[in-house]
């Protein structure tokens, strides 16, 4: 997929609002050779898909050996608003709580001393924390009006070839 194509997707209004929900859907290839799918906050850059984790998470390994991951951020309402995004993972080990992860974190509902207790446990618990970067290598938006699964396209494509003749 072509830069400039995925922009233009990323760019879309829908696209800004599911980048703009707290959670996605992690997708790697584990250590064992199976395949892993985890939810995890995350933020968007503008650019990037930006992750903060332990430096001990057992994704790590994985995620250095191989880089490759999918993402998925969705709605829970029907019809279901859909981003899948493919991409490279770069590991960025951060000395200290990256302020990535405070903003992935600031939507939660928390009343503000809640949230001053929260800031100062992850800053006593985390000497440091692991940015796990993800750059678009492809995308797919999926709003079921305009836009579909590939599959669910190719059966409308042959039931109105069928109905057309």
């Known amino acids: 997929m072509e830069q400039h194509e995925i922009t233009e997707i990323l760019n879309r209004p829908l696209s800004q ?8 859907r992690l997708a790697y290839v584990a250590k064992d050779g199976t395949p892993r799918n985890v939810p995890i906050a995350f933020t968007w850059n503008g650019s990037q898909i930006v992750m903060c984790t332990t430096k001990n998470a057992p ?17 829970e309402s029907h019809p279901p608003k ?10 960025d080990v951060v000395h200290g709580i990256p302020e990535e992860y405070l903003q992935m974190n600031g939507s939660y509902e928390m009343t503000p001393e809640q949230r001053v207790e929260w800031e100062a446990e992850v800053r006593s618990l985390y000497d440091g924390m692991v940015r796990i970067v993800v750059t678009p290598t492809w995308v797919k938006l999926i709003d079921f009006e305009t836009t ?6 190719e059966l409308v494509q042959e039931r109105a070839a069928r109905q057309a003749s």
Do not use: F, H, M, W
């Open 17 to 24: 609002e599911l980048l703009a929900r707290d959670l996605t």
């Open 59 to 75: 994704k790590l390994p994985s995620l250095r050996r191989n880089p490759q991951v999918a993402l998925t951020v969705d709605t």
């Open 82 to 91: 859909i981003l899948l995004v493919r991409g490279t993972v770069e590991l």
């Open 148 to 153: 579909l699964p590939s599959a669910v396209e």
